[in-house]
Structures are given as structure tokens and as C-alpha cells.
């Protein structure tokens, strides 16, 4: 289930680094800006929550602390508030961090009883 929100992560910061340096370079969005991301029309803070899903997804992937996922979480409400119909993103990425959060602390009180 992380794996998923992982993944669902380095779409959403690929889409926004690769819109967002289009902007910059070219003058102009990519052609589905407005439908996929109508609410983002600063290229460098789009650039910029691009970049930090790029930071937040590795580090999520890499260092599985608490902090890292709330780096996580903070990453998913911060660049929901532009996200149009990609809105499903941020709401997938939390219900499967949610899950997978309840799975671990289930197997963790199971672990528990039996030692």
C-alpha cells in the first residue's frame, strides 16, 4: 500500500517539476495544465512542490521513520490545494497510508500478544 502512495507521489512531482520548468523555459504550461492542475499558476512554486515530492517520496522510500511520513502527509495536504481533478491523488495517497498504517499497528498488537 505505501508502495502505491510512493508511486501516486513521484506522478503528481514529475507532472509539477516538468510543468513547471516548461513554464519557465518556454513561457507556457504544458497543454493539459488547466485541466490537470488549474489551480497552479505560479511555475516556480509548482517547480518547487514538484521538486519536493521528488525529496519527500525518496526520503519516504528510503528512511521509513515517523517523521518521513509525516514529511509525506505534509506534502500531500500542501500540493492538494491546487490539484483540480488530480485531487484523487492526494485522497488514494492518504487512504492507502492509512491502511497500510492500520495493517502495521494490527500485525505490531498480534506481534505483541504472542511474545
Do not use: C, E, K
Not at 520548468?21 to 518556454?26: A, C, M, P, S
Not at 491523488?89 to 492500520?102: E, G, I, N, R, W
Amino acid at each position: 500500500m505505501r508502495s502505491i502512495a510512493i508511486v501516486l507521489g513521484f506522478l503528481q512531482g514529475t507532472w509539477d517539476l516538468v510543468d513547471g520548468l516548461n513554464r519557465i523555459i518556454t513561457g507556457r504550461f504544458l497543454p493539459f495544465h488547466n485541466w490537470l492542475t488549474p489551480g497552479a499558476h505560479a511555475a516556480w512554486l509548482l517547480t518547487m512542490v514538484g521538486a519536493g515530492w521528488m525529496l519527500a517520496g525518496n526520503v519516504f522510500l528510503f528512511q521509513s521513520t515517523a517523521r518521513a511520513r509525516s514529511g509525506f502527509i505534509a506534502m500531500i495536504v500542501v500540493s492538494s490545494y491546487y490539484a483540480g481533478w488530480l485531487v484523487l491523488f492526494p485522497v488514494t495517497q492518504l487512504a492507502l497510508l492509512l491502511l497500510d498504517a492500520s495493517r502495521v499497528s494490527r500485525s505490531s498488537s498480534r506481534n505483541g500478544a504472542a511474545a
